[in-house]
């Protein structure tokens, strides 16, 4: 029982976490209809500029001295960071490409993607060197529920994780610029013919997404403080499970997204604990085969005809 | 109100419209006739800035328009309703009209205008809630003019409304028409209709192969043999 509750709540929190994550993947593909690959890197950078951050504000302790709203200063400095970077990219790397053909497009995200994660280890900005993620957040036990004892790091993990995405479902279905990203995720040419700045609609797509992919690089590193290198193969992996989560739960879709993730953190977890730790990638990865085989339209997805 | 001088568009190699010349003055309902792919939504889309002219100007109330992008025109008072309508099957009948405001940020206004478009298409109000995507083909070119009337355009474009649909519900959607027109909305149709839009029309352009090749009075059209041969079926 006790490693059941353990397992279910560390789950949750990289659920979560790959959640977040996914949520980047999928606005972008809604509206654009390509796999922005650069997205993983975008977290990674939420994780090392949440480390730098830190270190600016001379947080560098494992103490805990810091003060109370240390994490909260940190996450909104890194989300503006990295929505600064998604603007940049969008810009900079995909917007000459608009009118191009979407393997163009691909394979400029995979560049992108490569460019961010090794210029990232030039010594004079990240460096090749894993660096340990300050304690900002409390980690001692607070209380325990049959034997598991619940650290205010994984409640906070939680917490902001959904926290984040109930904000996410209020801009999206709450506000004009939501409805302006459904319209264009629809019909980007219909959106424009009423008056929707459809470029600006994109960019603001690629703020969200980065940022929230900024937070998720924030929680992971309060969670795991051992920050790898930017060209390390785990952030790229970490990537693709998000990646998995969004085929998942129906790409282009974000309740699917945010099941997806949860999914596949569980998936991940639970198979880990209770099969073998070895295998957990295998898990994430048999699942997306068997969801591509049975239900390829992913699970809150809609079928559809593939335009020509 | 508007008038195309002289306008060209080239699609590729394609050279669609060929020196266009039209002209619509204010209150009038104007439509553009002709034979498939001779111009008409391409006109249409030249002037709410879709595409952009090779050649030649399109005026709006004296001010030059031709080139500027849709989003831009719209907020000048022009709303183009288009082929195919066009409405987003994955918003609500009510989110759709709320898109068509898009441009506009006084509440007030949008919601009295909300009120007169659901007092035009009672049927939309019945199914505000409804996603568009279910809503029947009549509905959702009902649809697709509320969502244009909502930006309060002066102008407005309306690109083959009858496309589709049986006798019945044409009939209703032509006497919006002449509604929308008498509240005040000067309008462009486009139809392959021929005969009914010349009905509705005070005057009528006829388009072929990217030129004007008749322009005059509806009621002259309408009884013309060139007309009645080539568009009315004798």
């Not at chain 2, 719209?74 to 009510?94: K, Q």
């Not at chain 2, 505000?128 to 244009?148: D, I, N, P, Y």
Request: proline share 4%.
């Amino acid at each position: 029982m006790t490693k059941f509750l353990q397992t279910l709540m560390d789950g949750t929190a990289v659920g979560s976490l790959y959640a977040l994550i996914a949520l980047g993947y999928t606005m972008v593909y809604g509206i654009l209809r390509f796999i922005n690959f650069a997205h993983s890197d975008v977290f990674m950078l939420g994780a090392w500029f949440s480390y730098e951050v830190a270190k600016i504000m001379g947080w560098t302790g494992q103490d805990q001295s810091h003060p109370v709203w240390a994490s909260a200063f940190v996450i909104v400095a890194v989300m503006v960071a990295c929505g600064t970077l998604g603007f940049v990219i969008e810009r900079g790397a995909y917007r000459p490409l608009r009118s191009a053909p979407r393997i163009n497009v691909l394979i400029t995200a995979i560049g992108v993607s490569l460019f961010l994660e090794n210029s990232g280890q030039l010594p004079f900005l990240l460096g090749t060197q894993p660096q340990r993620m300050p304690t900002l957040m409390p980690e001692h036990a607070l209380f325990a529920v049959a034997g598991v004892s619940v650290r205010a790091v994984d409640l906070l993990v939680i917490g902001i994780s959904f926290a984040l995405m109930a904000l996410l479902e209020w801009i999206i279905y709450g506000t004009k610029l939501g409805l302006a990203m459904r319209a264009v995720s629809y019909d980007t040419k219909v959106a424009a013919l009423m008056g929707i700045p459809v470029d600006r609609v994109i960019s603001m797509t690629f703020v969200v997404g980065s940022a929230l992919a900024a937070a998720a690089g924030f929680l992971y590193a309060t969670k795991y403080p051992g920050i790898n290198q930017p060209a390390h193969p785990t952030w790229v992996l970490l990537g693709l499970k998000a990646f998995v989560a969004a085929v998942v739960g129906g790409i282009g879709n974000l309740r699917g997204a945010m099941a997806g993730g949860l999914m596949i953190g569980l998936v991940e977890l639970f198979g880990a604990a209770y099969l073998s730790p070895h295998l957990r990638d295998v898990y994430v990865f048999t699942l997306l085969i068997l969801v591509l085989l049975f239900r390829p339209e992913g699970l809150l997805g809609k079928a559809t005809i593939e335009k020509v | 109100m508007l008038r195309l001088n002289d306008l060209h568009v080239h699609y590729g190699a394609v050279h669609a419209l060929q020196g266009v010349e039209l002209e619509v003055n204010q209150g009038e309902i104007v439509t553009l006739i002709g034979s498939n792919g001779a111009g008409k939504s391409t006109t249409l889309r030249a002037i709410s800035g879709m595409l952009r002219p090779s050649r030649g100007t399109i005026d709006f109330e004296g001010k030059p328009i031709a080139g500027l992008a849709p989003h831009v025109v719209v907020g000048l008072g022009i709303a183009h309703s288009p082929e195919g309508r066009g409405v987003f099957a994955n918003l609500t009948v009510e989110e759709n009209l709320q898109v068509g405001a898009y441009t506009r940020s006084d509440k007030a206004g949008i919601a009295e205008d909300m009120k007169k478009v659901y007092g035009l298409f009672p049927r939309l109000e019945e199914r505000r809630r409804q996603l568009a995507g279910t809503l029947s083909g009549g509905e959702q070119q009902m649809l697709a003019m509320g969502r244009a009337l909502l930006a309060r355009p002066r102008l407005l474009l309306l690109d083959e409304p009858s496309l589709g649909l049986a006798p019945q519900i044409v009939k209703v959607i032509f006497q919006i028409i002449r509604d929308i027109n008498a509240l005040g909305t000067t309008i462009l149709l486009v139809e392959q209709n021929a005969h009914k839009a010349l009905e509705v029309a005070n005057r009528g352009y006829v388009i072929e192969v990217g030129k004007i090749v008749l322009a005059d009075d509806a009621k002259v059209l309408a009884a013309s043999d060139e007309v009645r041969k080539a568009y009315l079926g004798g």
